[in-house]
Structures are given as structure tokens and as C-alpha cells.
């Protein structure tokens, strides 16, 4: 008995000693996580106004890396902040709100930093009795068939938050998931690379940035890097190693997560082929271009407030709040909040290149571009579009299956966030969601029967007999 106690004492020694050890220098998957979860429900709160734990149950560990569910969160409101650790003790991160700029995560711990950043904060969601897109009144009259598209469950998908459908520059349907409703603002993911470009085209309108400029940062001076040009990064063709993976800590997670200057992180990595040369699609790439512009446009707080000023003003997208990290540096690859009908006017900006309410806010020539193939990759844009939906392997054409326009082209997040725009049909598709890649869902079949809907509707109209006097 005395040598199996002394068995079991050296057991409980070791993990003792392991979690001491994990406490001061926690591996870097658990700071990942912890970030990550801070992160996700500080912003939630904070933009969405939703309950913290609903929040980690739902959206941070239901759909994610089992690790997940071992992390505890806590909340103090009244400052604006989250911790996150796993198991509560181990790898702690906190996050916190900053007025008009989401929540960002400190993963050096430096949170005096957080009350040096303020924006003009979002107005909310418009109040005006005018119609979409002027103001949030609708008008669904004779819009029944694309009512009965979006009551399918088969065809919005499963997680669906919110679908908003745009013909003819008017709002014909939409459909939100349960807790969810046209006030809220949803998170983008990797559709926030195609705002990203389209701030890099205010930049450029305002005189302060060339598509061709290189030089781009100080850091890169006197070695090939400086070769790199604004096209290029818009192209994610720049030739910078960066890993995308997700899931683990790879570059992408190591930036999102552990690093409080993303910018800075993107910048620091080798060439690993000449610029303009390689295809390689990187959030650091968006992140880079966040910091070209800003450094472009002014100082801080003229940079700060560029995106609403520049763009969601003019637009109307008054629910929008794009978050930057804990440098000052918007996360231009990932981290805007918007309401669906907010997504669906900057979609409707693109359809009409880039003219909005009789201004035209951005050239035709660069909105176009924006959707031209990319020099590198026949199916990636000039403009950090997709000129495919999703699917495990995207390939130009891969749309015309589905019975979808050659001209279709998409914004594209993850866990199943799209904007479709098919200008030859006038039309615009908003599909937010908590759906996970793995469950293989497909946005080209809703928006193909959404089509086929105007279609019909289209038919029928012309074929409504005139009360006229004339054709009496």
C-alpha cells in the first residue's frame, strides 16, 4: 500500500507541476482559444447585444474544436470587458470595447492601450420611414414567390440568421433565424476583405494611394519586399509567406489571436515568391492593406474614422462597425459587424459600380476591377472577390451548374456568410449563418431559386391585364 501511495503522490506531484506550468506559460493552442473566445463574446455583447453565455455555448464551442468548451468566461459590463481562460485559470485573455470600434483582444495584457481608441460610433440601424434602401420601411407587396423560397429550410441552410434579397435596387424578401432580427449586426468574416478593398478604392479616389504604388512600408526597405504593390496585395498575389490554415495555431490564428499588431506580425514574413507572381489567399494580406490606407489617409484619428466617413455614411450603412486590433489597426480581413440590410446596400453599391444615390463614391473602372479576374487566380478578383460560390474545390464556372449567371460574383466569409451580385439579373443576395464548411452547404442553390422566382414573378406581372382607359 505505502509503495502504490507513493505511486499515486508522484502522480498527483506531476500534474500538479503541470498545471502550475500551463498556468505560467500556457501552450500557445489554449491562448488561441482564449482569445478567440474573449474575442467573440466581447463583440457579441458589445454589437450584438446578446447574453455572453448563450454566446460561447452557441457560436464559440457548438461549432468548433471540442478544446473549446473547457474555456470559462466573465464579463464586467459596466467596463466593457471579457476574460476568457481555460479551465478559468489557465491561458487568460481579456477584451475590450472601445467607442465605435468593437471589442479587440490584448494578448500582451496592455489594456491602458484600449482607452487611446475611440471612432465615430455606429448611429444604428436607420429610423426613417422611407423605403430600403433610403430608410428600413418595406414594401413585400406581390413578393410571395420569393417569400416561399426563403420559408425553405433546405435552401437558406441550416444555421441561417438572416436572408435579404435585393431586384431591382428594391427589397423583395428577407428571413431571420430565431434571436436575430433586421437590427442586428452580423459578423462578416472574410467578407470584410471585399470592404477592405473597396476602403483602399476611397484611398486611392482621394488622391492618397496608387494601385501601382510600392514602397508600401517602412520595414521593407532594401529588400524585395518593397517591390510589392497595392494591386498585388488586392490580388493576393504579394508572394509574403502566410499559412491560412485554421484550427491550430498557424499564422492566421497566430495574428487574429496572439498577436496585439496584426499589421506588424503580416509585414514581418519572407517573400516565398516574387511579387505578382503566386496566388495565396491571407487575411495578413487584408490586414496589410488596412495599414497601407490608414497610413495613407492621416493621422490616427482621421484614419479612424475614414470608414465612416468614407463609406458607410454615404451608403447609409449606419449599423456598421468595423473593429481594429489592439494597435489601432482595423482587421480588414475579418472583423465588421453590420446588419444584413447594411450588407445588402454595400452589395448594391457594387452591383451599380460604385454610384450611390447619385454620387459616385468610387470610379466604375475600379469597382469593376474589383471583380475582374485576378492576373494569378481565374477565380479570385482584382478586389478581394470570388467569382465562384463556395465549394471544396472553386473554379471559374463553377456557378453556370447551378443555372447561375457567368457574370455572378460573390463576397464570401467564413461559417457560411455570402453576398451574391449578379448584375445582368439586378440582383442582390445577403445569406448569413452559423454554418461550419463541414456541413457542405451550398448559398448557388438559394440564390438559383431565388432567380428563378424573379423570373416567375417578372412573367406574371406582364401579364396582369391593364385597367387603363386606353386599353379599354
Not at 490584448?106 to 423605403?131: E, F, I, T, V
Not at 446596400?345 to 452591383?351: E, S, Y
Request: proline letters at 6%.
Amino acid at each position: 500500500m505505502r509503495g502504490w501511495k507513493a505511486v499515486l503522490a508522484g502522480i498527483g506531484g506531476l500534474v500538479v507541476v503541470a498545471v502550475l506550468y500551463a498556468v505560467i506559460v500556457p501552450p500557445e493552442l489554449l491562448r488561441v482559444g482564449a482569445g478567440y473566445s474573449a474575442k467573440i463574446t466581447c463583440s457579441a455583447e458589445a454589437l450584438q447585444g446578446r447574453d455572453p453565455d448563450e454566446v460561447l455555448e452557441t457560436d464559440v464551442q457548438a461549432p468548433g474544436n471540442p478544446l473549446l468548451r473547457a474555456f470559462w468566461v466573465s464579463t464586467d459590463r459596466r467596463a466593457g470587458r471579457v476574460r476568457a481562460a481555460f479551465a478559468g485559470i489557465i491561458a487568460p485573455t481579456t477584451a475590450e470595447e472601445r467607442v465605435g470600434l468593437g471589442c479587440a483582444t490584448y494578448p500582451d495584457g496592455n489594456l491602458a492601450d484600449a482607452g487611446d481608441q475611440s471612432a465615430p460610433p455606429a448611429p444604428g440601424p436607420s429610423k426613417s420611414a422611407a423605403l430600403w434602401p433610403t430608410g428600413s420601411k418595406t414594401d413585400l407587396t406581390g413578393q410571395g414567390r420569393f417569400d416561399a423560397v426563403l420559408r425553405d429550410d433546405a435552401l437558406t441552410g441550416p444555421g441561417m440568421r438572416a436572408v435579404v434579397v435585393i431586384k431591382d435596387g428594391k427589397l423583395v424578401a428577407e428571413r431571420y433565424g430565431d434571436g436575430f432580427d433586421a437590427a442586428t449586426p452580423l459578423l462578416g468574416w472574410s467578407m470584410t476583405k471585399t470592404v477592405t478593398a473597396a476602403l483602399v478604392g476611397t484611398a486611392i479616389e482621394a488622391g492618397k494611394l496608387r494601385m501601382d504604388q510600392s514602397d508600401l512600408l517602412p520595414e521593407w526597405q532594401g529588400d524585395d519586399r518593397a517591390k510589392i504593390t497595392v494591386a498585388q496585395l488586392m490580388s493576393m498575389s504579394s508572394g509574403l509567406r502566410f499559412n491560412e490554415d485554421y484550427g491550430d495555431v498557424s499564422d492566421v490564428t497566430r495574428m487574429l489571436y496572439l498577436e496585439p499588431d496584426m499589421a506588424q506580425f503580416a509585414a514581418s514574413q519572407p517573400l516565398d515568391h516574387p511579387p505578382g507572381t503566386h496566388f495565396s489567399y491571407s487575411s495578413g494580406t487584408a490586414v496589410l492593406l488596412s495599414r497601407i490606407w490608414q497610413n495613407a489617409v492621416g493621422d490616427t484619428s482621421t484614419a479612424l474614422a475614414w470608414p465612416r466617413r468614407k463609406l458607410f455614411d454615404p451608403l447609409g450603412m449606419s449599423s456598421a462597425t468595423l473593429e481594429t486590433d489592439a494597435s489601432g489597426t482595423f482587421v480588414g480581413s475579418s472583423y465588421l459587424y453590420a446588419t444584413a440590410r447594411d450588407w445588402a446596400r454595400f452589395g448594391q453599391f457594387l452591383l451599380q459600380d460604385g454610384k450611390w444615390d447619385g454620387r459616385q463614391l468610387l470610379p466604375a473602372e475600379f469597382v469593376q476591377r474589383m471583380h475582374a479576374p485576378a492576373p494569378t487566380d481565374g477565380v479570385y478578383g482584382q478586389g478581394m472577390t470570388w467569382l465562384a460560390g463556395p465549394s471544396d474545390q472553386q473554379k471559374a464556372g463553377d456557378d453556370a451548374r447551378f443555372g447561375l449567371p457567368a457574370d455572378t460574383y460573390w463576397l464570401e466569409g467564413h461559417d457560411g456568410q455570402t453576398v451574391t451580385v449578379i448584375p445582368s439579373a439586378d440582383m442582390v443576395v445577403v445569406r448569413m449563418g452559423l454554418t461550419p464548411s463541414d456541413l457542405n452547404y451550398r448559398p448557388q442553390k438559394l440564390v438559383a431559386a431565388l432567380l428563378d422566382a424573379a423570373k416567375a414573378t417578372a412573367h406574371a406581372s406582364s401579364n396582369i391585364p391593364s385597367n387603363s382607359a386606353e386599353d379599354r
